[in-house]
């Protein structure tokens, strides 16, 4: 390598934090104020490293006595004295040190100034947030009234909506401000549709699973089929608010969205657990009623409804039998009477 | 029930006012009608008395009370299945003792128990005892009933009253009788002026309306007792209720049920005497109309404080919409049709959680939708409590919701009983 060089300071993320062009050397890197390249780290002595131009062109890295040392990367091994490559990185303190030359090669890269795709104008448009937001509200004062089994007092379903239409706003709030901290764009209405088309698409699918469960009337089918959904939703928002409002490549949106998912879903469903009740003293059963059309499954006569409910006795009988076992005592006691009650 | 209010009071303790100043009032008004008379009976009679006490053994102390008598000179005792009921849940814990009218106490052994009539026979371990003996005579309405027990612990007394026949409106026979029965007085003897047993104080029914055991009953226990020696109650509770329910249910499973109309509907109606059945509709501001039918056995089988059992109970609830639209209508109906009232126990150490069957039947144009629930009894292998409801899904905007609650019976029984059940009802289409 020849002078002029280019010493480069990165941060600990790797990204490039100053560039410094050098003839002269030696040179020292360090915090004090009286170095060739001040360094802003904590955990960077003040008098830090020195570079060295060796007779062959090598440049010779030094320590300078500091505190933490100085470190070549993968493997991390410290080093007192070290020749360094082309494009080689040495770490002091939270700071790497990369030098290049100036014939490092850089290739050009092509920018397309093209049109954003329609999709991605749409979802950022000032107008379609408000009708999608009308339509999340249509949904949920509908799903509202649909519920009500009395008198309908409209301000009743209005109230009962409202909190799930302010957490909305809030919502998008929230993400807009992360996105404008972190991308420097507060995109709210991009924000806002997305929740309001992924809460309507929860509503119909929860309703969709209702009808199925009444088709098929297997008990908590719908239950069980809204876990699902729970999941898939969480990790859609999630996502979805993450793509718009970081740097994040797809990988990383992916990773994160599926991690913050399964805490979100896992401590709700764990909360939901925990308050179960131990022993359900009710009888449980599919209940989801619907008009009389939606019946589809053929109706079975009154003699085929009950030719296979002795299953519904059978384990019961296992798991006495199970109990006994586990307590031979009892089951001793037992014997002896039965024969004598039945000479 | 007497004992229902026995049981509230079973530390004797807490004897409230209330009972004291009713107690005090029959018996003066009774004994002033007939003095001499109920004066000698007591005085005849009180040695063949007994208070029957349930002793926890880790106390020491009573925790519950009821009365007794003798009915052989062996020390073979009378009293109520409900009386001793914890001893046989709960042999390592309660004892059972008795106190003789000289206010002597004796530990006593259970003999033999007829959990249906509630009915239990003791060894007091004594010979030679007095006794009462049980009477063979048929009573006509009127006849004169001295009734002898030991209310709230405040001591042996007599109680005058008179027979009123045998009640045709209760499950099991019982005799009605007029006369005050309290807390306590359970077990003890009602007797006629010959001093012959006729019946075993049971129940009350607030002012003066008192429930005995017929004298029978107790014969034939008596006579079972001399025969088999069980030692594991709980079985012979098992068997009783086995047997017992399997009588009734096919009794009322062997004829058409009777039906009445509500809408177009034909619902089982009043199957049986001992079934009562009340109506009740409902029109106001709700933007549907609602009528409701119920029945239910008026009385049933005590187990213990925490399990009575032997019921049937079932109620038709019929919806027309006024101004819902069919979405909301059904939706109301399947708030009806998930969460049907069973009254019944709740406890987990006796039951297994409900096991459910739901689908759609159809029966003679009758589409319904319908589940089907069974638990189990886990001290009573082969008895279940059982649960069908069933929603009619004919029309838009009518539709009848009906349960059906039977209560320890057996898995054919229950079967054969709904079956019976839903094929009693019929749609006429409008």
Redesign the interface.
Known sequence: MEAPLIIEILDRFGKVKDRHKVTKFPLRIGRSYKNDIIIDDNYVSPEHVELMLDGDGHILATDLHSDNGMFTLHPLVRHDILTLEEDQRIRIGHTDVRVRSEDFDVKETFFDHGKPSELHLLMTSVLFLPLIWALTAGILLANQ????????HFNQVLGAVLPTFIVIIVWTFIWSIVSKIITHKFYFAYHGIFVGLLLSGFYFIELAFEYLEFIF???GLADLLIIFSDIAFTYILLYGHLRQSTHFNKRKTRLSSAIATSLIVGVAYLIVYVNEP????????????????F?M???????Q??SN?????E???E??SAQDKNDPEDRD??A???K??DP | MLYSIFNRHQNVIGITSRYIVLLALCLFANSSASLASTEGVFKQYQDRLLQIRIVDKATNSKSTIGSGFFIDNNGTIATNYHVISKHVFEPKQYRIEYVSNDGTVHDAELLHIDVIHDLALLDGDAIDTPFLKISDQSLGKGVRIYTLGNPLDLGMTIVEGTYNGITQDTMHERILLSSALNPGMSGGPSIIEDGSVIGINVATAGNSIGFLVPQKFLSQLALDAKQ?????FL??IR?QLIKNQNKYLTDLASKPFPTKQLGQYTVPAKLADFINCWGDSKDG???YRKSNDYCATKNNIYINSYLNTGTIRYNHYHFSDKD?G??????????Y????S?SLP?S?DD?????????????KAI??????????Y?KF?GL?DM?L?A?T????DKSLVTTLVLSGVS?ENA?KF??HY??SFVWKRP
Request: proline residues 8%.
């Open positions: 009234y649909f519920a009500v089994t009395h008198e309908v009337p297997i008990s131990q022993y359900q003293s009710q009888p449980v059963y599919s209940s989801i009623m619907k008009p009389p059309v019946v499954k053929k109706p079975v006569t009154i003699d409804f009950f409910t002795s299953q519904l006795a384990p019961l009988v798991k006495k006691k037992d002896p009477a039965d004598k009650l | 088999v020696k069980p030692d594991n079985n012979v068997k501001s709700a933007p819902m069919k979405f909301r209508f059904y939706k109301l109906i399947g708030s049709f998930g969460a049907p069973t709740t987990k039951f297994t959680e409900y096991d459910c069957k739901t689908d759609y039947v159809v029966h589409k319904l939708k319908t589940a089907f629930c069974l638990r189990q886990k292998e279940f649960v409801t929603a899904l004919n029309e838009d898995y079967v709904s079956k839903l094929g």
